[in-house]
Protein backbone atom coordinates (compact mmCIF):
# COMPACT_ATOMS: atom_id res chain seq x y z
CA UNK A 1 0.00 0.00 0.00
CA UNK A 2 2.71 1.74 1.09
CA UNK A 3 4.21 1.98 -2.42
CA UNK A 4 1.27 2.92 -4.66
CA UNK A 5 1.02 5.66 -2.33
CA UNK A 6 4.73 7.05 -3.12
CA UNK A 7 4.37 5.50 -6.82
CA UNK A 8 1.09 8.18 -6.78
CA UNK A 9 3.07 11.01 -4.66
CA UNK A 10 5.61 10.92 -7.34
CA UNK A 11 3.51 10.79 -11.07
CA UNK A 12 1.50 13.79 -8.83
CA UNK A 13 4.81 15.58 -8.37
CA UNK A 14 5.98 14.95 -12.32
CA UNK A 15 2.57 16.24 -13.51
CA UNK A 16 2.94 19.68 -11.35
CA UNK A 17 6.46 20.33 -12.34
CA UNK A 18 5.23 19.95 -16.06
CA UNK A 19 2.35 22.14 -15.00
CA UNK A 20 4.29 24.70 -13.56
CA UNK A 21 7.14 24.56 -16.90
CA UNK A 22 4.32 24.97 -19.21
CA UNK A 23 2.96 27.97 -17.41
CA UNK A 24 6.41 29.87 -16.48
CA UNK A 25 6.61 33.52 -17.82
CA UNK A 26 9.90 33.36 -18.27
CA UNK A 27 10.94 34.06 -21.88
CA UNK A 28 10.81 37.34 -24.48
CA UNK A 29 7.22 38.51 -24.78
CA UNK A 30 6.69 41.02 -27.38
CA UNK A 31 4.37 44.40 -27.26
CA UNK A 32 1.77 44.07 -29.96
CA UNK A 33 -0.75 46.31 -28.65
CA UNK A 34 -1.59 48.19 -25.70
CA UNK A 35 -4.74 50.45 -25.00
CA UNK A 36 -5.21 53.79 -22.27
CA UNK A 37 -7.30 55.22 -21.09
CA UNK A 38 -7.55 58.02 -23.26
CA UNK A 39 -8.58 56.16 -26.32
CA UNK A 40 -11.56 55.47 -24.55
CA UNK A 41 -12.32 59.11 -23.64
CA UNK A 42 -12.22 61.07 -26.44
CA UNK A 43 -14.60 61.56 -29.08
CA UNK A 44 -13.56 60.32 -32.43
CA UNK A 45 -15.60 61.70 -34.89
CA UNK A 46 -14.16 62.89 -38.08
CA UNK A 47 -15.66 66.16 -37.77
CA UNK A 48 -13.12 66.93 -35.23
CA UNK A 49 -10.07 65.47 -36.37
CA UNK A 50 -9.02 63.44 -33.28
CA UNK A 51 -9.19 60.45 -34.95
CA UNK A 52 -6.62 61.87 -37.03
CA UNK A 53 -4.82 63.20 -34.81
CA UNK A 54 -5.02 59.46 -32.50
CA UNK A 55 -3.44 57.76 -35.64
CA UNK A 56 -0.70 59.90 -36.38
CA UNK A 57 0.20 59.83 -32.24
CA UNK A 58 0.34 56.51 -32.71
CA UNK A 59 2.31 56.03 -35.81
CA UNK A 60 4.94 58.47 -33.87
CA UNK A 61 5.57 55.89 -31.53
CA UNK A 62 8.64 54.58 -33.83
CA UNK A 63 8.97 50.97 -35.37
CA UNK A 64 11.56 49.16 -32.74
CA UNK A 65 9.59 46.36 -31.59
CA UNK A 66 9.40 46.71 -27.75
CA UNK A 67 10.31 43.47 -26.06
CA UNK A 68 10.77 42.48 -21.99
CA UNK A 69 12.33 39.27 -21.19
CA UNK A 70 11.91 37.66 -18.16
CA UNK A 71 14.26 35.92 -16.55
CA UNK A 72 14.92 33.39 -13.50
CA UNK A 73 15.76 34.90 -10.38
CA UNK A 74 13.10 37.59 -11.07
CA UNK A 75 14.79 39.82 -13.19
CA UNK A 76 13.49 41.67 -15.93
CA UNK A 77 14.64 43.25 -18.62
CA UNK A 78 12.43 45.48 -21.55
CA UNK A 79 13.88 47.29 -24.94
CA UNK A 80 12.26 50.27 -24.41
CA UNK A 81 10.03 51.53 -21.90
CA UNK A 82 7.09 49.36 -21.87
CA UNK A 83 5.81 48.62 -18.20
CA UNK A 84 6.07 52.06 -16.84
CA UNK A 85 6.67 55.38 -18.23
CA UNK A 86 8.34 56.40 -14.53
CA UNK A 87 11.80 57.44 -14.00
CA UNK A 88 11.88 55.60 -10.56
CA UNK A 89 13.92 53.84 -11.90
CA UNK A 90 16.34 54.69 -14.87
CA UNK A 91 17.83 50.98 -15.87
CA UNK A 92 15.94 48.67 -18.49
CA UNK A 93 16.33 46.18 -16.17
CA UNK A 94 13.86 45.46 -13.10
CA UNK A 95 12.74 43.10 -10.76
CA UNK A 96 9.29 41.50 -11.16
CA UNK A 97 7.15 39.42 -9.41
CA UNK A 98 4.23 36.91 -11.12
CA UNK A 99 2.23 34.54 -9.31
CA UNK A 100 -0.63 33.84 -12.29
CA UNK A 101 -3.43 36.76 -11.41
CA UNK A 102 -0.60 39.40 -10.89
CA UNK A 103 1.95 40.46 -12.36
CA UNK A 104 4.15 43.23 -10.14
CA UNK A 105 8.02 45.56 -10.72
CA UNK A 106 9.54 46.31 -7.97
CA UNK A 107 12.46 48.18 -7.20
CA UNK A 108 15.65 46.93 -7.28
CA UNK A 109 17.13 48.89 -3.89
CA UNK A 110 13.82 49.25 -1.53
CA UNK A 111 12.17 45.89 -3.35
CA UNK A 112 8.99 48.19 -3.07
CA UNK A 113 5.82 47.78 -5.86
CA UNK A 114 6.51 50.56 -8.78
CA UNK A 115 3.64 49.01 -10.97
CA UNK A 116 1.13 46.30 -10.76
CA UNK A 117 -0.93 45.00 -13.62
CA UNK A 118 -3.91 42.31 -13.14
CA UNK A 119 -3.01 39.61 -15.29
CA UNK A 120 -6.27 39.17 -17.80
CA UNK A 121 -5.39 36.31 -19.84
CA UNK A 122 -1.92 34.21 -19.31
CA UNK A 123 -1.36 31.33 -21.74
CA UNK A 124 1.31 29.60 -23.50
CA UNK A 125 2.11 32.01 -25.91
CA UNK A 126 0.20 35.18 -25.16
CA UNK A 127 -0.09 37.67 -22.02
CA UNK A 128 -3.02 40.11 -21.47
CA UNK A 129 -1.88 42.11 -18.82
CA UNK A 130 -4.12 45.88 -17.09
CA UNK A 131 -3.02 48.22 -14.78
CA UNK A 132 -4.05 47.51 -11.36
CA UNK A 133 -4.76 51.00 -10.66
CA UNK A 134 -6.45 51.69 -14.18
CA UNK A 135 -8.07 48.56 -15.73
CA UNK A 136 -8.69 50.98 -18.97
CA UNK A 137 -4.93 50.54 -19.61
CA UNK A 138 -3.82 47.09 -21.03
CA UNK A 139 -1.16 45.67 -22.69
CA UNK A 140 -1.32 42.82 -25.10
CA UNK A 141 1.98 40.61 -25.46
CA UNK A 142 2.98 37.37 -27.27
CA UNK A 143 6.19 35.33 -26.79
CA UNK A 144 8.87 35.34 -29.32
CA UNK A 145 12.04 32.59 -29.68
Known sequence: MNARIALFLAALAVCASYTAQAQSIIGKWQLVKQTSCL??????????????????????????????????????????????????????????????????????????????????????DSLIISNASRACETKIFVRIK
Open 39 to 124: DENLDTNEETGVEELVDDMKSMSGATPQVIQFKDKNVAEESTRIVSKSKSYNSKSLLYKFNGDALHFLDKKSRTILESFTVEKFEA
